[in-house]
């Protein structure tokens, strides 16, 4: 069964960074991209950025502009997201989902369980 | 960057209801639109992708249709598990971007 499964929840002081990881089955790796997009509490869905694993090319939303790295471990068919200088607005479900990278028309059919990150003193 | 405006933001509506929801792009987006539907606590769940194809395993009263601009999502007759809140998704261009979501509420 197809699944991406991420890393557990983290707690982080302000001004600190998190890495989330993103562990996929099968060959999503060799086959699709992996965004991240999270969710602030009570609020909707945010698109982060886009790594392609099988290039290690990246794209990111402006607003996290050299705040957020996204990598990609082929051998261990992992993703991540690193997140930087962090604030209490960071505070949020953060999500992986894969995009088949074949057929652009067949994007997020597979997301992780998500990570609780919270941002607190 | 491409913004993706939704509507309505919340609705009321009972059970046997026909809906539907709007995605309005900013600007030509072919049919890389995609809908998803998110439960309190739950991880977001497509329910259509291509604009108009139906995920396998989503019942078929959840249709999508539009193209370029203009993308509708509907619900042909509301039943209880489908309340919840829907998003869509422009993956035409990066940055990818979402719409604020609907909130669907029994009436």
């Known amino acids: 069964q197809v699944q991406l499964v991420q890393s557990g929840a983290e707690v982080k002081k302000p001004g600190s960074s998190v890495k989330v990881s993103c562990k996929a089955s099968?060959?999503?790796?060799?086959?699709?991209?992996i965004s991240w997009v999270r969710q602030a509490p009570g609020q909707g869905l945010e698109w982060m950025g886009g790594?392609?694993?099988?290039?290690?090319?990246?794209d990111y939303a402006q607003k996290f502009q050299g705040r957020v790295t996204l990598t990609a471990d082929e051998s261990t068919s992992t993703a991540y997201m690193e997140l930087s200088s962090l604030r209490s607005e960071d505070t949020a479900v953060y999500y992986c989902?894969?995009?088949?990278?074949?057929?652009?028309?067949?994007?997020?059919?597979?997301w992780g369980q998500g990570t609780m990150v919270t941002v607190s003193s | 960057d491409i913004q993706m405006t939704q509507s309505p933001s919340a609705m009321s509506a009972s059970v046997g209801d026909r809906v539907t929801i709007t995605c309005r792009a900013s600007?030509?987006?072919?049919?890389?639109l995609a809908w998803f539907q998110q439960k309190p606590g739950k991880v977001p769940k497509r329910l259509i992708y291509?604009?108009?194809s139906l995920q396998s395993g989503v019942p078929s009263r959840f249709s999508g249709s539009g193209s370029g601009t203009e993308f509708t999502l509907t619900i042909s007759s509301l039943q209880p598990e489908d309340f919840a809140t829907y998003y869509c998704?422009?993956?035409?261009?990066?940055?990818?971007?979402f719409g604020q979501g609907t909130k669907l509420e029994i009436k």
């Open positions: 989902a894969r995009q088949y990278y074949y057929d652009a028309s067949d994007a997020f059919d597979i």
């Open positions: 099968g060959d999503t790796f060799r086959s699709y991209a």
């Open positions: 790594i392609i694993p099988k290039y290690g090319t990246t």
């Open positions: 600007q030509d987006i072919s049919y890389y």
């Open positions: 291509a604009a108009s």
């Open positions: 998704l422009q993956h035409h261009s990066y940055p990818y971007s």
